[in-house]
């Protein structure tokens, strides 16, 4: 065969080249995917409230999905291992390697959450995790959850719960204004009986084992116990009875031993007591002459909404807090308003997350409230947005009106204008 000549090689190699190209530039595009991009298989793209799972196997798929992606069984174990086959697979082997290990879990089983915990504040804690024991140095981290994956992590924790929610939130006893004080006696009655403040700290009275760190020797696990100060922020009020008579069943992580001799009666009264042994903070903090001016010189350059007339500085569109200037989509937050009703209006109605749908950003007596938690630095992004963290005074002032109940100003009707409720799923 004769060999082929150096411009004839040349001539090959630049065919080869441009057929390459050709079939890049005429490639047909690939389709977008119909699956959610939790799919490990499929690229990112946008995700809505249509890619929510609403069936069974769509939320099992997902939230275990996301229970793998976020290692979230590093400490919320499914199983009882003293030493785990390796320490990264069990985060409990290196936060309590000082003191001996709890016969059980870091933090709660997964299966066991949602059957206490209100779907409103499930959500809340996943997107802003603040300290419930507050006696214990380790703490849930702030994963970073997009709103897509918090709805997907409540769904999937509400399923294993292996009980029906609906009840746990209608029965129970309810927090009350003024609580008796002839039934308060009896229950306090209860409380020493069943030495209930050894572990636990009541508002501001803490717990007997600080005082006494020999009871830690015979029930170690007493620095998990939380405050029962805040428990009626954070429960199924039907969920409390009954974890108090057995707890052994409704939370075996805990330690919390039962009692034989404990009747329905006064379990029930207990849980009473629970729900109201701290009393309402009474407010100290008008929101017209101490809150509102804050939003107005921190607040209002940014979080203002479209507006007919607006001044010169202003956008007719809406503030950077109005718009999608450093966010995927539009927050809608606005604290502007003429008087102190639409003020407080307009914040009270929250913003929009990325789903569309609009979330409180003002929860009374919540200490994980979305904007307690961007003023303080609990969470990502600082506000005021590029500019120095308020200055303490006026954060104390934002506090104190939030955790005595973020209550408004009163219209001339004396009607008083309603926080929203916190959504829930449907």
Known sequence: MPRLSHFGVLFFGIALCLVGVLSLLYRPLRETPSTPALNDDAPPRELTVAD??????????????????????????????AKPEHPRANCQYCHQNSRPLIPDHLAPPLD????????????????????????????????????????????????????????????GPAREAAPDAARME?????????????????????????????????????????????????????????????????????????????????AELLAW??????????????FSEQVKPIF???????????????????NPEGGAGWLATWTKKPRQLSFHGDTSVEVYENMMKGSLDDLGRRRAIVIPYAVNSPLLMHLNGGKHPL???????????????????????????????????APPIEFESK
Not at 403 to 409: E, I, K, M, V, W
């Open 112 to 171: 066991h959450i949602a059957a206490r915990r209100p779907g409103s504040w499930l959500r809340r804690y996943l997107r802003y995790p603040y300290p419930i024991r507050i006696h214990e140095s380790s703490r849930m981290p702030d994963l970073g959850l997009s709103d897509f994956e918090v709805e997907v992590a409540a769904r999937y924790l509400e399923s294993l719960a292996q009980v029906s929610l609906q009840p746990l939130n209608l029965s």
């Open 273 to 286: 007591w629970v729900m109201n042994c701290v009393p309402t903070p009474k407010p100290t903090v008008s």
């Open 52 to 81: 929510l799972p609403s069936n069974p196997a769509a939320v099992k798929d997902l939230g275990e999905k996301l229970v793998r992606d976020f290692k979230c069984n590093y400490c919320h174990r499914t199983d009882i291992t």
């Open 186 to 266: 009896q229950a306090e009655v209860l409380v020493k009986r069943f030495t209930c403040r050894l572990c636990h700290q009541v508002g501001e009275d803490k717990p007997d084992f600080l005082e006494n760190p020999a009871v830690l020797n015979t029930n170690p696990l007493a620095i998990f116990a939380p405050d029962l100060g805040q428990t009626f922020n954070r429960v199924r009020p039907g969920w409390l009875a009954a974890a108090i008579k057995q707890p052994s069943h409704w939370m075996p992580w805990s330690g919390m031993p039962d009692n034989a001799a404990m009747t329905d009666a006064e």
């Open 296 to 314: 107005f010189m921190r607040c209002t350059s940014c979080h203002y909404g479209p507006q007919p007339n607006p001044p010169m500085s202003a």
């Open 383 to 417: 506000m005021p947005y590029g500019k120095n963290p308020l200055p303490d005074e006026e954060y104390r002032i934002i506090e104190s009106w939030i955790l005595s109940g973020a209550r408004g100003p009163r219209l001339q009707s004396g009607i008083e204008v």
